[in-house]
């Protein structure tokens, strides 16, 4: 019996020995093993050489334990947003939120690692950011910014890049999303608009009047120049024109009353004469 319990205290030992084994080897396993996901990098950071210049791709990959150590990149485009308040070419303070589209360059990790961080957006494109803001914005006056707005996109999308590219950052799309003006400007501009179309205004009746005023000269002399064709008819022919114009003047008279409900002709004296007035001797 005292055998039996030597030979199983001896297995379990053996067990425990074995047990404590394979945990050391995992735990030293897991230490010298790292995964990097899709759409990561890993730079390498040795104890002995400092920052190593090649970097990991996706995949699982072997380190020395204690003297490396990775540390994980995100090389996928991520939007940052930042605002600015800057001044115009003509003394206006104007809002302007700007969103870009940015990610490291894969190929200057180590550099970006060595002079920056991980965080390596965080440092340095809300700087650049307003610096490019605050250049090209008083490059203009306030209304310039609306007018020629695709001409500051680009100049600011130029500009940006350029910085970026300075810090290793690669910029896939800028883009200004917002743009608002001081309560004065805004005050100013639309004073502006009302003064246009009261000047607009009066521009049309100006022209209103003289085109009245070239029509009533147009009519004085169509009447003059009637009344001329008349005079010298008459002299020439006598008064029968103006016993013909008479004439027809009654008969459109006579109709008009003819039609109306509300008038009853009835003739004086000789029936026959259906239009007063008019002497047959003359």
Do not use: C
């Amino acid at each position: 019996m005292a055998g039996g319990g030597q030979a199983a205290a001896s297995l379990l030992t053996k067990l425990a020995q074995a047990a404590a084994g394979l945990g050391i080897a995992a735990s030293a396993a897991s230490t010298a093993l790292y995964t990097v996901d899709g759409g990561q990098r890993a730079v390498i950071f040795d104890r002995f050489r400092g920052v190593l210049p090649e970097t990991s791709s996706e995949g699982t990959h072997f380190i020395v334990p204690w003297l490396q150590k990775p540390f994980i990149f995100d090389i996928r485009t991520r939007p940052h947003s930042f605002s600015s308040t800057s001044g115009t070419k003509d003394l206006q303070m104007v809002s302007l939120t700007l969103r870009v589209l940015a990610r490291p360059d894969v190929d200057r990790l180590p550099d970006i690692f060595t002079s920056l961080g991980l965080e390596y957006d965080e440092k340095v494109l809300p700087s650049i950011g307003n610096e490019v803001l605050k250049a090209v914005v008083a490059q203009f006056n306030a209304d310039q910014l609306l007018t020629e707005r695709p001409h500051v996109s680009a100049l600011v999308r130029d500009s940006l890049i350029r910085r970026a590219a300075e810090f290793n950052i690669v910029l896939d799309d800028v883009a200004i999303t917002h743009l608002a003006y001081g309560p004065e400007f805004s005050q100013a501009v639309e004073k502006k608009q009302v003064a246009q179309q009261e000047a607009e205004r009066s521009r049309f009746l100006v022209a209103r009047a003289e085109q009245e005023r070239r029509a009533a000269i147009v009519r004085a002399e169509g009447e003059s120049e009637a009344a001329r064709l008349i005079s010298e008819a008459t002299a020439a022919a006598g008064t029968g024109l103006i016993e013909l114009r008479r004439i027809e003047a009654a008969k459109e008279i006579a109709g008009e009353l003819a039609r109306s409900p509300n008038v009853s002709y009835i003739p004086a004296g000789d029936s026959s004469q259906m239009l007063l007035g008019l002497n047959g001797s003359r």
